[in-house]
């Protein structure tokens, strides 16, 4: 796990290094243990790439796996940052061909497999990667992002230059001096609380590399190429087994990518919410390593109605885990925000992202350099609410009155707000997507000035994410959309950036392409059941390893926190009047919240912090938001 950084230029100088130099001391926290450069000279042109890396040393820990490194004969070089997990068996495949390896880590792998295979290498990989190669033969700088997104990798193209990084705060020293705020993102997120849905990032002209993308550079023009989809699993339900010989894959795959998951030269902890997917994560790993010390991280809000300390000790007992908990004052988040919200490069949704930062700061403190990390599990078993809207438009369309007829009866534990927008939700399931983002829009808020959004060109209406859904596969379609759009790049974002805030690599092994794509082949209702179990498929597979309390639990928590009062003892608090932001009207008050409470606002639940997030956000980095 690192952090990688560079830039091509059109007109090549000493100057380029020293930037590079700075937006790599800027994201030093991602790799504390060395840190390398690389410059190159296009001979056609006047042209330089950069490429720099600090790295945080996991595999093969001596000198040997230092980046940016260049193969022999130069035509390659790599600034890679993640962890190949099958890197092993795509190093066992290149042997068979002839090739010899100087070091033991997955970086020497993945830049020969670059070498003999190309942009073919990406097909191969499972794990986690945002990576830059440099190929001077064919001049090209090609920038690749994971399946899943769960390696940044951002981007800006300046004309005569072009610059990237793992991170923000990288970015702008790199090659943003004076950030503007781009409206359209910030009112996607005040009103709808979504960003990380698209290549928009908060800062104008900086975008993400999607999850599954990559795009090519010429080192000779500049030209900047598309991104180009490598990845985008079918959706088609092709198996033909039986329910239980599914069942047994699937333990299979999740034990491999559990197992693969582990390959570590450094201490290894779990970060454990006492959920189903962080408790089958722990009970894997007993499985496949019975006398294995297990140390799990958890979070715990002593008299919090929502507090799973219950069941985190359920866990640890069960399994012989080393359980270590974190619990939060009210003052802690004032005192932690400034760096919580530095630490994130740009603003999110909510309170349970201090509390996930404060698990990684827990495992640093015991000396955990690796920890695994149960993201993914709902966007691919079907947890969370189960998806009702999206189950019932496939129950429907496809005839299955019946069945439809027992599944809208079905008992779920589902909060009071959402047994009140399900049926609207279901129903507006049947209205076309470019519609529904039409029609779906909010309530006009006191605190936004349309006519300046007007001018702009801002939409207010819902974000339109997500294809074409199949018929019959609504929910499949939808799970596959969270993967990329809305939902899962968020909860990866969160995760990457508060573990290398206190250089840790936190590793999801739910986040697998066969397990995937294997799992999107099933039919609905082995994901969700008949009577509306969520994660149907997976409670059964991990019946045995996790405690039978956990595996029918029905209620879905996670590092949750009394977020009222917490944001409560914000609101409160002034704006700064140096960072007027262009498109918001005075509330009430001069507050973080205009005085306003989140009924007036009318943007719904979490109102409050966003603004909160957002004035802090711009006003720490000193963006221009008029």
Request: glycine share 10%; hydrophobic share 40%; charged share 25%.
């Amino acid at each position: 796990m690192c952090g990688v950084a560079g830039s091509w230029s059109r007109v090549g100088n000493s100057a380029d290094g020293g930037r590079l130099r700075a937006g790599l001391d800027a994201i030093r926290h991602r790799g504390p243990d060395d840190l390398g450069e690389f410059a190159w000279n296009d001979p056609t042109s006047s042209a330089r790439v950069d490429l720099g890396l600090v790295r945080l040393a996991i595999l093969d820990l001596s000198p040997a796996g230092h980046q940016p490194m260049t193969l022999p004969g130069g035509r390659f070089t790599i600034s890679y940052n993640g962890e190949i997990t099958n890197y092993i068996e795509i190093r066992d495949e290149l042997a068979t061909l002839g090739e010899t390896f100087v070091s033991d880590g997955d970086t020497e792998v993945l830049l020969k497999a670059w070498a003999r295979w190309g942009i073919g290498t990406l097909d191969r990989l499972e794990g986690m990667f945002g990576l830059a190669v440099l190929d001077t033969a064919e001049r090209t700088l090609t920038l690749a992002r994971d399946p899943y997104g769960i390696k940044p990798l951002l981007y800006t193209d300046r004309g005569d230059r072009i610059a990237f990084c793992s991170e923000m705060s990288g970015l702008l020293t790199l090659a943003v001096p004076n950030p503007k705020l781009d409206w359209q993102s910030a009112v996607d997120y005040l009103q709808w609380g979504a960003y990380e849905h698209s290549e928009r990032t908060f800062i104008e002209g900086v975008s993400h590399v999607r999850p599954g993308h990559y795009l090519v550079i010429d080192t000779a023009t500049g030209r900047l190429g598309p991104q180009v989809r490598y990845w985008w699993p079918s959706v088609e339900t092709t198996y033909r087994g039986s329910y239980d010989d599914a069942v047994d894959t699937v333990r299979s795959l999740f034990l491999d990518s559990v197992k693969r998951n582990l390959r570590s030269d450094v201490p290894l902890g779990i970060a454990l919410s006492g959920g189903l997917d962080s408790s089958a994560i722990t009970g894997a790993v007993r499985q496949l390593e019975p006398d294995l010390p297990i140390q799990s991280f958890s979070f715990i809000a002593p008299g919090f109605a929502k507090s799973e300390h219950e069941w985190i000790t359920l866990v640890a007992d069960a399994i012989g885990a080393t359980s270590h908990t974190v619990a939060a004052a009210p003052g802690d988040l004032e005192r932690d925000l400034d760096d919580l919200i530095l630490s994130q490069g740009e603003p999110f949704g909510g309170t349970s992202i201090y509390a996930q930062y404060r698990v990684f700061q827990l495992a640093r403190e015991h000396g955990v350099i690796v920890t695994l990390d149960g993201q993914g599990g709902d966007e691919l078993f079907a947890g969370y609410f189960g998806y009702p809207a999206q189950r019932m438009h496939s129950l429907i369309e496809t005839g299955r009155w019946a069945t439809a007829a027992r599944f809208a009866r079905a008992d779920r534990d589902l909060p009071d707000w959402y047994r009140v927008v399900m049926p609207f939700e279901a129903m507006a399931q049947f209205v076309p997507l470019r519609l529904r983002h039409r029609v779906r829009r909010p309530l006009a808020s006191p605190l936004l000035d349309t006519a300046a959004l007007r001018s702009r060109g801002v939409d207010t209406g819902h974000p339109a994410v997500g294809p074409v859904s199949v018929r019959g596969g609504r929910l499949k379609t939808h799970l596959r959309s969270t993967l990329g759009g809305y939902g899962l790049p968020m909860l990866l974002r969160h995760g990457d950036r508060n573990s290398m805030r206190f250089s840790i690599e936190s590793r999801v092994p739910f986040l697998d392409r066969a397990l995937n794509e294997f799992l999107l082949s099933l039919p609905e209702d082995w994901l969700v059941g008949p009577d509306g179990t969520t994660k149907r498929i997976l409670r059964d597979a991990a019946r045995g390893w996790v405690p039978d309390a956990v595996i029918d639990r029905r209620d879905k928590v996670g590092f949750e926190t009394p977020e009222a009062e917490w944001q409560g003892r914000l609101a409160a608090q002034p704006t700064d009047p140096e960072h007027p932001i262009g498109f918001l009207r005075p509330g009430r008050a001069d507050t973080l919240t205009g005085g306003l409470t989140e009924r007036e606002i009318r943007w719904g639940r979490r109102s409050h912090w966003r603004l909160i997030n957002l004035r802090r956000w711009i006003a720490l980095v000193g963006v221009d938001a008029s």
